[in-house]
């Protein structure tokens, strides 16, 4: 779905014309795909009533986004609480790219198997002892794609048969 009209054309840092991005929705299934395909993001959450975000790696298993943290973290502090996790790919030259965001209830995995699980296939990839596991239930999944309108595979989940 085309989320606005198309923009008239832009002009590079080059001097080159362009047509200028369209922002597509991306469905919340393939948003969770290309979660799965990145490894850092960032995660926002309240720490003394304030936003706090942080960045994270991750991996999407079992339904769930999974994070790991720091001992001592606000964000494992509390039992359960609403959060919101981001990851992206933008390319730096031509802004297009993907984003998603996924908001829903963080709770810490405390059942050893299940953490050493999830331990295994998410290796620490920032500085400092990460030894808890975060689970995302992803109660809100928003993906948006930029894309060059005349891209002909511009906002699809699968390139059109040729």
């Not at 030894?131 to 989940?157: F, K, S």
């Amino acid at each position: 779905m085309v989320r606005n009209e198309q923009r008239p054309r832009a002009t590079m840092d080059d001097g080159t014309a362009r047509h200028a991005l369209r922002e597509y929705d991306i469905s919340p299934e393939e948003s969770l795909r290309l979660l799965a395909g990145v490894r850092l993001g960032r995660v926002a959450f309240s720490r003394n009533a304030l936003p706090t975000i942080r960045p994270v790696n991750h991996a999407v298993a079992d339904g769930f986004v999974i994070i790991r943290a720091n001992l001592g973290s606000a964000l494992t502090s509390s039992e359960r609480q609403v959060v919101a996790f981001v990851a992206d790919a933008i390319d730096q030259e031509t802004h297009s790219g993907w984003w998603v965001i996924v908001t829903g209830f963080a709770e810490e995995i405390v059942d050893r198997e299940l953490r050493d699980r999830y331990l295994a296939v998410l290796p620490s990839l920032l500085p400092g002892p990460r030894d808890q596991v975060v689970a995302i239930r992803p109660d809100i999944v928003t993906g948006v794609r930029l894309a060059d309108p005349d891209d002909a595979t511009a906002g699809c989940e699968e390139p059109p048969p040729r």
